[in-house]
């Protein structure tokens, strides 16, 4: 395991059904994460509520979008993803490497 961090990119839709401040309690979590995984926190856009063009659910026909860019190791994206896999208010996930 290096010490060579890369840039990465994550998209996440959120579910924010039932509570105001999902969002960014949401990012807040995002980024203590990143944090505890020895990363650092670039950039970070709230896009909004969006309609999905094909939602998973039909009870979720829209959801709030949220872009962090963060630099990690190689293993982190991995063990972000495990870490938010089983968290309620994340609809889906996206990791891509800048």
């Known amino acids: 395991?290096?010490?060579?961090?890369?840039?990465?990119?994550a998209t996440l839709v959120l579910d924010?059904?039932?509570?105001?401040?999902?969002?960014?309690?949401?990012?807040?979590k995002m980024?203590?994460?990143i944090?505890?995984?020895?990363?650092e926190v670039k950039k970070v856009?709230?896009?909004?509520?969006?309609t999905l063009a094909r939602p998973q659910n039909k009870d979720l026909p829209d959801a709030v979008y949220v872009k962090i860019n963060f630099e990690i190791s190689p293993e982190g994206p991995a063990a972000i993803k495990e870490k938010l896999r089983l968290d309620k208010s994340v609809d889906r996930i996206l990791i891509e490497q800048v």
């Open 35 to 39: 944090a505890s995984l020895n990363g």
């Open 45 to 50: 856009d709230n896009l909004g509520s969006r």
């Open 31 to 33: 980024s203590e994460i």
């Open 16 to 28: 924010t059904r039932g509570s105001n401040e999902s969002a960014d309690s949401m990012i807040s």
């Open 1 to 9: 395991m290096g010490d060579k961090k890369r840039n990465y990119e």
